[in-house]
């Protein structure tokens, strides 16, 4: 089965936009054609960027949201912290990568996206 990690601004917006190319990505998890794989410190950053005030209209219950997130993902305890790019919530997500042998991450993160491929996962846009 293909797994991905999926970036949190990718995720807010698969969950809360319906309509958008990043929608596609959470449809395709819910059909079935990939596993989607997280952390915990993936999820805390999930539950912080749902808690901003300009999302409460979106999301007014954002614990139930990441607590759904956390019972349909492949949750993975990174052993190695990576420091690898400048943003250090991008390395979270290579460490979740990492640790789950990821096919890969789904971002629209331009630190991410440079690096095209981390070891054997490749980066992607929503759009790919």
Same mark, same amino acid.
């Given at each position: 089965m293909i797994?991905? /990690? #999926? !970036?949190?601004? /990718? @995720?807010?917006s698969d969950l809360g936009w319906a309509r958008s190319p990043p929608a596609k990505v959470v449809e395709a998890m819910l059909a079935g054609r990939f596993l989607l794989v997280s952390s915990p410190s993936l %999820?805390? =950053?999930l !539950?912080? /960027? %749902?808690r901003y005030p300009k999302l409460a209209p979106v999301f007014p219950q954002p614990e139930a949201v990441v607590d759904l997130v956390g019972e349909i993902a #492949? @949750? /993975? =305890?990174? &052993? &190695? &912290? @990576?420091d690898v790019l400048q943003d250090e919530a991008d390395n979270r997500v290579l460490e979740a990568a990492a640790e789950a042998t990821a096919d890969f991450i789904v971002t629209g993160d331009r630190g991410l996206l !440079? @690096? =095209?491929?981390?070891?054997t996962t490749v980066v992607v846009t929503p759009r790919s």
């Amino acid at each position: 089965m293909i797994s991905a /990690v #999926v !970036d949190t601004n /990718v @995720l807010v917006s698969d969950l809360g936009w319906a309509r958008s190319p990043p929608a596609k990505v959470v449809e395709a998890m819910l059909a079935g054609r990939f596993l989607l794989v997280s952390s915990p410190s993936l %999820l805390a =950053e999930l !539950d912080a /960027v %749902l808690r901003y005030p300009k999302l409460a209209p979106v999301f007014p219950q954002p614990e139930a949201v990441v607590d759904l997130v956390g019972e349909i993902a #492949v @949750l /993975v =305890e990174p &052993r &190695r &912290r @990576l420091d690898v790019l400048q943003d250090e919530a991008d390395n979270r997500v290579l460490e979740a990568a990492a640790e789950a042998t990821a096919d890969f991450i789904v971002t629209g993160d331009r630190g991410l996206l !440079d @690096l =095209e491929r981390y070891g054997t996962t490749v980066v992607v846009t929503p759009r790919s």
